[in-house]
T-cell receptor
Framework: AQSVTQLDSQVPVFEEAPVELRCNYS??????LFWYVQYPNQGLQLLLK??????LVKGINGFEAEFNKSQTSFHLRKPSVHISDTAEYFC??????????FGSGTKLNVKP | GAGVSQTPSNKVTEKGKYVELRCDPI?????LYWYRQSLGQGPEFLIY????????DSGLPNDRFFAVRPEGSVSTLKIQRTERGDSAVYLC?????????????FGEGSRLTVL
């Protein structure tokens, strides 16, 4: 089985500042990694994913994440956030697409 | 609509009652998932369907929970003898099962409150 840890439950940041949302996972097998975003009153939607290849992956809305196998991490970054990025972000892992394990989420609060 | 549709969006019931939650996936998606999200937690896996069959139901917490997908499209999650601890948002997601890209398409969820 796998598990995901998102240590930061809330991250406050000012508009146009950079942000990093941390995600660590544990697994005894190779995994695929994902970041989902949930805007208020909306369903979760995929931000980006790592399946194979380059460890730096780029997603929608200027977000990127880097897969670090040795540190079992998949941190999400954005160089300059906007008010519209205020949402809850979930990291997830899966080894076979049958079952996805999600972290407990990080609420990003972008302040003007 | 083109997205995953879940009904009802809100359901309030009394302890001990029976509840059904419906999920209408994106047309053509063969894979369907049910997750449960409790307050302050991330989605927790319940069950995964590939077509009509439950390929993995290891997340169902006990035998009060059951899900069906008789024609490989719409799915219903059924909860018998509801308990207060069943209160949560129940999420449905679908995806292309045959050539899975790993992307799940989620509905907005059904919020269940057991009084």
């Amino acid at each position: 089985a796998q598990s995901v840890t998102q240590l930061d439950s809330q991250v406050p940041v000012f508009e146009e500042a950079p942000v990093e949302l941390r995600c660590n996972y544990s697994s005894s097998v190779s995994v695929y990694l994902f970041w989902y975003v949930q805007y208020p009153n909306q369903g979760l939607q995929l931000l980006l994913k790592y399946l194979s290849g380059s460890t730096l992956v780029k997603g929608i809305n200027g977000f990127e994440a880097e897969f670090n196998k040795s540190q079992t991490s998949f941190h999400l970054r954005k160089p300059s956030v906007h008010i519209s990025d205020t949402a809850e972000y979930f990291c997830a892992v899966s080894d076979n697409f049958n079952k996805f394990y999600f972290g407990s989420g990080t609420k990003l609060n972008v302040k003007p | 609509g083109a997205g995953v549709s879940q009904t009802p969006s809100n359901k309030v019931t009394e302890k001990g009652k029976y509840v059904e939650l419906r999920c209408d996936p994106i047309s053509g998606h063969t894979a369907l998932y049910w997750y449960r999200q409790s307050l302050g937690q991330g989605p927790e896996f319940l069950i995964y369907f590939q077509g009509t069959g439950a390929a993995d139901d290891s997340g169902l917490p006990n035998d009060r929970f059951f899900a069906v997908r008789p024609e490989g499209s719409v799915s219903t999650l059924k909860i018998q003898r509801t308990e207060r601890g069943d209160s949560a948002v129940y999420l449905c997601a679908s995806s292309f099962g045959g050539s899975h890209t790993g992307e799940l398409f989620f509905g907005e969820g059904s919020r269940l409150t057991v009084l």
